[in-house]
């Protein structure tokens, strides 16, 4: 696996998970960045307190289902780049209300078809910290035009699916 892979992933049975992935329509709960591979594989994501830096070894059990993209098409510096933004995130508290404030733009897209801010700020969720990464990644590209506010895992997912710099790594069983 290579360094700056966007992992996504979901926890089986889990209730947070759950409402996660109703709330957003997503079949992930949760995304986050590959840090380093070496000495030791290590990830940063908006855990439950804050951003931190983290082992991916729990992504790897049963308890959970996950996919990688790799960042193929990008140089080291552009890897180097949006790890570097990232960075500048760990320890910033995560973003819970931020998080509630998804239910009323959840709402309003679903039975209304509009797009509205999310009306809670402050604190960083982990698809606001994968987006800061492919925005620093790659400047001026369509990540510029996701609002951090209302992107989740899914739409995450569903653009770098389809991104000609990222491949897919295949499942392991």
Do not use: C, N
């Given at each position: 696996m290579l360094k700056g892979t966007v992992g996504f992933t979901t926890k089986k049975g889990n209730f947070i998970s759950k409402a996660i992935r109703w709330f957003t329509g997503?079949?992930?709960?949760?995304?986050?960045?590959?840090?380093?591979?070496?000495?030791?594989?290590?990830?940063?994501?908006?855990?439950?307190?804050?951003?931190?830096?983290?082992?991916?070894?729990?992504?790897?059990?049963?308890?959970?289902?996950?996919?990688?993209?790799?960042?193929?098409?990008?140089?080291?510096?552009?890897?180097?780049?949006?790890?570097?933004?990232?960075?500048?995130?760990?320890?910033?508290?995560?973003?819970w209300l931020q998080l509630l404030g998804f239910i009323p733009v959840v709402v309003f897209r679903r039975l209304f078809g509009l797009k509205i801010s999310n009306p809670a700020k402050g604190g960083i969720i982990c698809s606001e910290l994968v987006l800061l990464f492919l925005r620093a990644l790659e400047p001026g590209a369509k990540w510029d035009k996701m609002d951090r506010n209302t992107t989740s895992p899914e739409d995450l997912f569903v653009e770098i699916s389809g991104h000609p710099k990222f491949r897919m790594l295949p499942a392991e069983s």
């Open positions: 997503s079949k992930w709960s949760h995304t986050f960045i590959m840090y380093q591979v070496e000495p030791e594989p290590l990830v940063v994501e908006a855990g439950t307190f804050e951003v931190l830096i983290d082992l991916p070894k729990k992504y790897d059990t049963h308890h959970y289902v996950t996919a990688y993209f790799e960042p193929v098409g990008f140089s080291s510096e552009e890897i180097e780049r949006g790890i570097a933004k990232v960075r500048q995130k760990i320890e910033v508290h995560y973003g």
